[in-house]
T-cell receptor
């Protein structure tokens, strides 16, 4: 199964600033997914990052706020821009394992905006 | 409308008892996949079990089984002989369509507490 290295694991940021989260996968994958998990809530899909094309954003999420890069088949970044306290969440990346083996997740980035 | 519904926000179960976590789903696709994930307090997402819409038998993985009732659009997780380490958040998730690389969406989750 794929292994994902996600960085940073946590950060405390000032409002109005931006944070870029990185996910590195140890194998090539076509799709990568970015999720947000607000405190005490479930995972909400932000966008799907397909290498070589623009990311596809879910309703309620926009590229200006959450720009995504996918330069190759093993790496992606999510930027949380112009942060406000409402952006305080855990952000997770995920890739499909193929077949029936579910999806593997990065360890998450716990973001606190003050 | 919610695609995945988990109606039990929280459950308390005595250790060694069996647990059933409810999940219903809504899709018009004929081909889809259903997943259960465990999220302990550490925050990691642990894949537990998968059921494909065309699978005739219920999926099983060790102490986990998925009670799949297609006509009812129900995919309940059964944990046999619960253990203290089973205390965690449990999420039901679905992938619509037959593309195994496609996105999955999650239900709101059930927080399971195992009592000693």
């Amino acid at each position: 199964s794929a292994v994902i290295s996600q960085k940073p694991s946590r950060d405390i940021c000032q409002r109005g600033t931006s944070l870029t989260i990185q996910c590195q996968v140890d194998s090539q994958v076509t799709m990568m997914f970015w999720y947000r998990q607000q405190p005490g809530q479930s995972l909400t899909l932000i966008a799907t990052a397909n290498q070589g094309s623009e990311a596809t954003y879910e309703s309620g999420f926009v590229i200006d706020k959450f720009p995504i890069s996918r330069p190759n088949l093993t790496f992606s970044t999510l930027t949380v821009s112009n942060m406000s306290p409402e952006d305080s969440s855990i952000y997770l990346c995920s890739v499909p394992l193929g077949g029936n083996y579910g999806y593997t997740f990065g360890s998450g980035t716990r973001l606190t905006v003050v | 409308a919610q695609k995945i519904t988990q109606t039990q926000p929280g459950m308390f179960v005595q250790e060694k008892e069996a647990v059933t976590l409810d999940c219903t789903y809504d899709t018009s696709d004929q081909s889809y996949g259903l997943f259960w994930y465990k999220q302990p307090s550490s925050g990691e997402m642990i894949f537990l079990i998968y059921q494909g819409s065309y699978d005739e038998q219920n999926a099983t993985e060790g102490r986990y089984s998925l009670n799949f009732q297609k006509a009812r659009k129900s995919a309940n997780l059964v944990i046999s002989a619960s253990q203290l380490g089973d205390s965690a958040m449990y999420f039901c998730a679905m992938r619509e369509g037959g593309n195994r690389d496609d996105k999955i969406i999650f239900g709101k989750g059930t927080r399971l507490h195992i009592l000693p």
